[in-house]
């Protein structure tokens, strides 16, 4: 080819990314619901063979000018793409008896990605292929709540979405691996949520530099930000506990966080991992205040700290008062991380339940209100709640070890005289 | 009256009752922290800390009765 020509890489491109996008639709599909999946790969066949016919024909026109133009191979091109297209999608639909909706997706998906490519082709990428990516990881999980909907409202009001390790259990049968991943769910996405909390911070934190590139100063404004909320109440113990309290900070918003992705689950909305975490404030909370107070300070601190006749003779009520005040904080610390993240599953469990039902009810239109715009404002909520409530354990992490450190007498005596 | 229609009615009501309980104290917190805010500006993170950590303690005790909901929730008919 002598010239480039303008458009050919864009189309053979878009072509090859849609190729992947079907091929790996039809793979997620093709064990649960073939008829779908080979639907949607009939349709994109078909679709992309009448792109490939109309840019041979493009280019006999515009190319061979010079030559003249070879009527007969334009006409048997033209001819072959009659036939094969429109004839074969209406063999494939009216003789084969082709599901229409999948088949259309099929048909949709070269020209939605040529359209996506050449439209936000270099400002929104990435933009484009996480969406793709989500509305891919998406599907799989709405078909099998499909499924799973009508058997889980019948036994006790559909409790959670299935995500991948159920999926993953559902394909693959009598993996000891897989069962026990199925088993302990929460042990396996507390996981992801670590190690990508792990990653992220070593790709953001890997060559620091003094003036930070995007990420490097995102991650230090929320750490500096983190430290000035728990420096004014802890003071000089800041150094000591902050690292503590900053992982616990940023290991509760990981797991949280994860929990939006599709087919991904918050571990937190599970009270096991987060009566685990309150347990471990609470012994460490414990110990520090063992630690600083010494044991005698430390009993003493449990007994409100009496001075005079009225505290001795207070002692019965204060020490019981005290000590339940102490062991109610894990209880409560565990309860509200848990309350809240499950509470806003649950929400969108509800609505994508009823797309699912819709869906199931093959009412795709009324399914689609609740199930984008609903679910996705709830998404947004989530996020908030998601930073909010790790925020607060660790808020109160920080309360609960300030109120166990001697305080500075010096700064009470001027708060008295003040008064 | 039995056993299930009874908590099948209380649930739902003893929600509710939380929920205007924690919604009037968010309320009286939520107009403190502004009004502190509009007079002190300066001392804006302070204030913003001490009123979301309040707010997770009043919060709570909405989410103790959700919790309490849900363990219950099981033992309906």
Known sequence: ?419 | MNFSATLGLALPIGIGLAAIGSGIGLGFMGRGAMEAMGRQPEALPKIQVAMIIGFGFIEALTIYAFVTMFFLQGKIQ
């Open chain 1, 1 to 419: 080819m002598d010239r480039p020509f303008l458009g050919k890489d864009l189309l053979s491109r878009s072509l090859r990314i849609s190729w992947v996008l079907a091929l790996a639709l039809t793979a997620l599909l093709l064990p649960s619901r073939p008829s779908v999946a080979l639907a949607i790969a009939a349709g994109q066949l078909i679709a992309s063979s009448n792109f490939v016919f109309l840019r041979t024909l493009v280019k006999l026109f515009t190319e061979k000018r010079s030559a003249g133009v070879p009527q007969g191979r334009i006409l048997f091109i033209v001819f072959a793409k009659f036939l094969f297209v429109y004839g074969g999608a209406f063999a494939l639909i009216r003789v084969a008896g082709v599901a229409f909706a999948p088949f259309s997706i099929g048909l949709g998906l070269p020209l939605l990605t040529l359209f996506l490519k050449s439209t936000i082709a270099n400002v929104a990428k990435p933009a484009a292929f996480i969406l793709l990516t989500l509305v891919a990881l998406t599907a799989p999980t709405l078909c099998l709540a499909a499924e799973h909907a009508a058997a889980a409202h019948a036994e006790e009001g559909g409790s959670e979405l299935p995500n991948w390790l159920v999926i993953l259990h559902d394909w693959v049968h009598g993996n000891p691996v897989v069962d026990w991943l199925n088993a302990n769910q929460i042990l396996a996405f507390a996981w992801i949520g670590g190690l990508a909390f792990l990653a992220f911070s070593w790709f953001a934190m890997r060559k620091p530099k003094m003036v930070p590139g995007q990420l490097q100063n995102g991650l230090e404004w929320i750490i500096e930000s983190m430290e000035d909320i728990c420096g004014g109440m802890l003071g000089k113990h800041l150094d000591r506990y902050f690292p503590f309290i900053g992982a616990v900070f940023f290991y509760i918003l990981t797991i949280n966080l994860i929990g939006i992705f599709p087919g991904m689950k918050s571990s937190t909305s599970s009270l096991d991992l987060t009566l685990a975490l309150a347990l471990i404030v609470f012994l460490y909370v414990q110990f520090s205040g063992i630690k600083n107070l010494g044991l005698l300070g430390y009993l003493d601190h449990l007994a409100g700290s009496p001075r005079d006749a009225i505290g001795f003779a207070m002692l019965p009520v204060m020490i019981p008062v005290h000590v339940l005040g102490e062991l109610v904080k894990p209880v409560s610390l565990s309860c509200r991380l848990f309350g809240n993240i499950f509470g806003e599953d649950t929400l969108i469990v509800v609505f994508v339940g009823v797309a699912a039902m819709c869906l199931k009810a093959s009412l795709t239109l009324l399914a689609v209100p609740p199930l984008m715009g609903i679910t996705a404002l709830f998404m947004l909520l989530q996020t908030l709640t998601s930073i909010v409530q790790a925020l607060i354990f660790s808020l109160l992490t920080t309360v609960y070890l300030y109120m166990m450190l001697p305080h500075e007498e010096h700064a009470h005596g001027e708060t008295e005289h003040a008064h």
